[in-house]
C-alpha cells in the first residue's frame, strides 16, 4: 500500500543553520504531496503542498519539490529560527481516494 | 483559508464514562470528515471517514461501537468515545473536506481534542 518515510528526529540545529527534512513516498497513480507542522500543544497546519511532478510548493521560507523519479518531497529552509521549532508532517493524498497517509513526524528543535 | 474547529480541546473523565467531541466546519461546507487519533510522539492514524447523512466508513482495527461517529449536517461531526478506558486516552483530530470537487479537495485539520481517561 501507500505509505510515507521521513528522517527520524529529533532535529536539533542552531538559528539561521540551514534545514533539510528527507521525505520518500511509495504511492501508485499520481498523489498529491503535503508538509503539516505541530507547534507545541496545536493541531496540525499545512504548510505546503504540490499537486503534480515538478511543482514546488512554498511557505513561510520553507520549501519542497515533487520530484517523481526519486519518489520525494523533501523539506528546506535556508535559515530557521527558534520560531520553526515543532514537529513536521509528510504526507500523501492518494488519487484513488481522500485519504491521506502520514509520515511518522520529525521532531524540529532550534537552539538560539 | 477555511476554518474548523474542535470542541472541547481538552477533556479528563473517568474511566467508563463516555465522551463526546464535537468537529466543526466554520466557513464551509464539509461534505466529507475524517477523524485521526495521534499517539504521544507518534504520526496520525486514520480512524473513520465520514460523509454527511450517511454511515462512517471505519478503518481495520478500530470498534465502531466504541467510537460512534455522526455526520448529521455539512458543517458538524461528533466522535463519541463509548464508556472510554485509559488506553482511549490520545489526542484526536478531526479533519473537514468541502466543495464536491472530491480528489484533491484539500482537507482541514481542526486543532484537537486531548482526552485524558483515569
Known amino acids: 500500500g501507500d505509505s510515507v518515510t521521513q528522517m527520524e528526529g529529533p532535529v536539533t540545529l542552531s538559528e539561521e543553520a540551514f534545514l533539510t527534512i528527507n521525505c520518500t513516498y511509495t504511492?501508485?497513480?499520481?498523489?498529491?504531496l503535503f508538509w503539516y507542522v505541530q507547534y507545541p500543544g496545536e493541531g496540525l497546519q499545512l504548510l505546503l503542498k504540490?499537486?503534480?511532478?515538478?511543482d514546488k510548493g512554498s511557505n513561510k521560507g520553507f520549501e519542497a519539490t515533487y520530484r517523481k523519479e526519486t519518489t520525494s518531497f523533501h523539506l528546506e529552509k535556508g535559515s530557521v529560527q527558534v520560531s520553526d521549532s515543532a514537529v513536521y508532517f509528510c504526507?500523501?493524498?492518494?488519487?484513488?481516494?481522500?485519504?491521506?497517509?502520514f509520515g511518522k513526524g520529525t521532531r524540529l528543535h532550534i537552539l538560539p | 483559508g477555511a476554518v474548523v474547529s474542535q470542541h472541547p480541546s481538552r477533556v479528563i473523565c473517568k474511566s467508563g464514562t463516555s465522551v463526546k467531541i464535537e468537529c466543526r466546519s466554520l466557513?464551509?461546507?464539509?461534505?466529507?470528515m475524517f477523524w485521526y487519533r495521534q499517539f504521544p510522539k507518534q504520526s496520525l492514524m486514520l480512524m473513520a471517514t465520514s460523509n454527511e447523512g450517511s454511515k462512517a466508513t471505519y478503518e481495520q482495527g478500530v470498534e465502531k461501537d466504541k467510537f460512534l461517529i455522526n455526520h448529521a449536517s455539512l458543517t458538524l461531526s461528533t466522535l463519541t468515545v463509548t464508556s472510554a478506558h485509559p488506553e482511549d486516552s490520545s489526542f484526536y483530530i478531526c479533519?473537514?473536506?468541502?466543495?464536491?470537487?472530491?480528489?484533491?479537495?484539500?482537507?482541514?485539520f481542526g486543532p484537537g481534542t486531548r482526552l485524558l481517561v483515569l
Open positions: 504526507a500523501l493524498e492518494s488519487n484513488r481516494d481522500d485519504k491521506i497517509i
Open positions: 504511492a501508485t497513480g499520481y498523489p498529491s
Open positions: 479533519s473537514a473536506q468541502g466543495g464536491g470537487r472530491g480528489w484533491g479537495e484539500t482537507q482541514y
Open positions: 466557513d464551509f461546507q464539509a461534505t466529507t
Open positions: 504540490a499537486t503534480k511532478a515538478d
